[in-house]
């Protein structure tokens, strides 16, 4: 059975950076597309930033673009989500998603079949 497990979260000021780890286990990591969502208090769950199953394409919401990073060491089961330039609207939690099926990049949350329990993202302005 495939899991995933955020970490990293925490509290970083206005301009600062953080950056997010997802450890898979149970399975074939790198076959798999993996994604990067955030939920904030009273708003629907969206789409950050999506990685194809070899690392070779990225995919990411304009709300970050520019801003975070994606990236994966299939040696190490492990997908990352570079955060900068922080702004308090990132305030969120943060979920890690994976596409086992087919190991596409989508943004959409309903192509991942595999979620974490998610990671506290907190921006103090």
């Known amino acids: 059975q495939v899991q995933v497990v955020e970490s990293g979260g925490g509290l970083a000021q206005a301009g600062g950076s953080l950056r997010l780890s997802c450890a898979a286990s149970g399975g074939t990591f790198s076959s798999y597309g993996m994604g990067w969502f955030r939920q904030a208090p009273g708003k629907e769950r969206e789409f950050v930033a999506a990685i194809s199953y070899s690392g070779g394409s990225t995919y990411y919401a304009d709300s970050v673009k520019g801003r975070f990073t994606i990236s994966r060491d299939n040696t190490k089961n492990t997908v990352y989500l570079q955060m900068t330039s922080l702004k308090p609207e990132d305030t969120a939690v943060y979920y890690c998603?994976?596409?086992?099926?087919?190991?596409?990049?989508?943004?959409?949350?309903?192509?991942?079949?595999?979620w974490g329990q998610g990671t506290q993202v907190t921006v103090s302005s």
């Open positions: 998603a994976a596409e086992t099926f087919f190991g596409v990049l989508t943004t959409k949350a309903a192509g991942y079949n595999v």
